[in-house]
C-alpha cells in the first residue's frame, strides 16, 4: 500500500470518528444530567483530546512529510534534470524502462513553461510549472513502454507551439 493510500485510509477514518461522536454528542443531547458532575469530566476529556490533537498536529506530519516529494511505488526514483528554454527543453536522461519511477527536477532558464507528459492518446499525465529561479520536483512512473511527449503548457513566447520533447519507455523484458 503506498503511503498516500495510507493517508487515504487514514483520513477516512478520521472522518468517520468525527461524524460518529457528533452523532452520539447529537443523540445524548436530550438526556438531562446534573452539571455539577459532568463539568469536571467534560473538562478533563476536553484537555486530553487538545493535547492528542496537539501531539498529531506535529508528530503525524514530522514523519510522513520529511520524505516529499513521494516516489509513486515507495522506491528510489531515477532523478532527471529539466531545463526548459525558449523554445526547448533541455533533458538530462530521455530513455526509460516501463515500470520506472522517474523523479523530474524541473526549472527554467528563462520565462515560465509548464512541462507536461503526455501518453499517444495525447492526455496529460503529469504536469508541473517550470520557473526561472525555482526547481520543481514531479515524481512519476511510466508503467507502459512507448513514446511520451512532453510539450510546454504555459504560453511562452511565439513559437510556444514548438516546444516539444520526447521520452522513450522501453519493456523491461527487451533491455534484459
Avoid at 2 to 20: D, E, H, N, R, Y
Avoid at 93 to 105: C, I, N, P, Y
Avoid at 138 to 149: L, Q
Wanted: overall charge negative; proline content about 3%; some cysteine.
Amino acid at each position: 500500500m503506498t503511503i498516500q493510500a495510507t493517508a487515504t485510509l487514514i483520513s477516512f477514518a478520521g472522518i468517520a470518528l468525527m461524524v460518529g461522536i457528533f452523532l452520539f454528542v447529537l443523540a445524548r443531547s436530550g438526556d438531562e444530567a446534573a452539571y455539577d458532575t459532568v463539568q469536571p469530566r467534560a473538562y478533563s476529556l476536553r484537555k486530553q483530546l487538545f493535547f492528542i490533537l496537539l501531539a498529531g498536529f506535529f508528530i503525524v506530519p514530522a514523519l510522513t512529510l520529511r520524505h516529499l516529494p513521494y516516489s509513486p511505488d515507495g522506491v528510489e526514483s531515477t532523478v532527471v534534470d529539466v531545463t526548459a528554454h525558449q523554445w526547448r527543453w533541455e533533458i538530462s536522461q530521455t530513455d526509460f524502462t516501463a515500470g520506472e519511477s522517474v523523479l523530474f527536477r524541473v526549472g527554467s532558464a528563462d520565462v515560465n513553461h509548464g512541462f507536461a507528459i503526455y501518453d499517444d492518446t495525447n492526455r496529460v499525465l503529469a504536469q508541473v510549472q517550470a520557473m526561472p529561479g525555482y526547481v520543481n520536483e514531479i515524481a512519476f512512473k511510466f508503467d507502459d513502454p512507448g513514446t511520451y511527449r512532453i510539450m510546454c503548457l504555459e504560453y511562452c513566447g511565439l513559437v510556444h507551439h514548438g516546444m516539444l520533447a520526447a521520452l522513450s519507455v522501453t519493456d523491461a523484458r527487451e533491455t534484459l
